[in-house]
């Protein structure tokens, strides 16, 4: 059974950089068959795709983040990683790491628990 | 960006009762929408993907339909387990966008 787990810091300060690493479990993340993301949850938003990764490393962002968004995979680990620069308040939210079908419908079939990142001084 | 519009945005019901949650795209995702359901402190969980096919483990009772711009879920018979929100999703095209949610709580 797959198995995806957020980890780090669960409070950033403004105007740093939020990192947070998803380890994957049960599964390759060097699957040619899947990509590997990013989802948030906020009061605010509601759920907002924030980007996904490809085990080749290849990336696609959202626009409304893309200046501060860098996603990056390491197949050894078999990790992905986010960081989010310049965060603000508005950044306070639940983090997903999440594994959606690279083709068809392009669902995300596993998400992982989440992990509260709140943005304060 | 697509955006994902639900309706309602709250519903009260009472086990057994059919439900129909409906979800509208400002413009076309052909049928790539997908349904996730999500109980409070946990991840969303896949239901339907592709308007109308169901993830393994989804009980019959849910259902999906529609293409284009209009979608429904329907839930023919609600059990207690299925008092949650449920968000839509279109993967037509990036960023990939949810609806605002639905609550479907206890009348």
């Known amino acids: 059974q797959l198995q995806l787990q957020e980890s780090g810091p669960g409070l950033v300060k403004p105007s740093e950089t939020l990192s947070l690493t998803c380890s994957v479990s049960g599964g390759s993340i060097s699957s040619n068959l899947y990509y590997w993301g990013w989802i948030r949850q906020s009061s605010g938003k509601g759920l907002e795709w924030i980007g996904t990764i490809y085990y080749s490393g290849s990336t696609s962002y959202n626009p409304s983040l893309k200046s501060r968004v860098t996603i990056s995979i390491d197949t050894s680990k078999n990790q992905f990683s986010l960081k989010l620069n310049s965060v603000t308040a508005a950044d306070t939210a639940v983090y997903y790491c999440?594994?959606?079908?690279?083709?068809?419908?392009?669902?995300?079939?596993?998400w992982g628990q989440g992990t509260l990142v709140t943005v304060s001084s | 960006d697509i955006q994902m519009t639900q309706s309602p945005s709250s519903l009260y019901a009472s086990v057994g009762d059919r439900v129909t949650i409906t979800c509208r795209a400002s413009q076309t995702v052909t049928s790539y929408l997908n349904w996730y359901q999500q109980k409070p402190g946990k991840a969303p969980k896949l239901l339907i993907y592709?308007?109308?096919s169901f993830q393994t483990g989804v009980p019959s009772r849910f259902s999906g339909s529609g293409s284009g711009t209009d979608f429904t879920l329907t839930i023919s018979s609600l059990q207690p387990e299925d008092f949650a929100t449920y968000y839509c999703q279109q993967s037509y095209s990036s960023p990939h966008t949810f609806g605002q949610g639905t609550k479907l709580e206890i009348k």
């Open positions: 592709a308007a109308s």
């Open positions: 999440a594994r959606r079908i690279g083709s068809y419908a392009r669902q995300i079939d596993y």
